[in-house]
């Protein structure tokens, strides 16, 4: 998932739609909240979260490449 989540990134980068990446990450955010919320310790989470942690820090990388597109 983190290759094809590269590829969204990138997508929404050349386009420079900043509210796409802006809405991927808070949804990213609130699934990793809900997953931690529900963790009951029976079921090991770690997986999916450090998947999902993964990918806000694609996303985050993709938002900071506008950043200093934008400033240039």
Known sequence: MSEAMKLIVDGYVRLSDR????DLIAQHQRLL????????GVIDISISVGQ???EIAV???GLAKLNSTAAA
Request: hydrophobic share 45%; net charge negative.
């Open 19 to 22: 509210q796409a990446l802006e």
């Open 52 to 54: 999902i942690e993964r």
């Open 33 to 40: 909240a809900d997953l931690k919320a529900r963790s009951s």
């Open 59 to 61: 996303i985050a990388e």
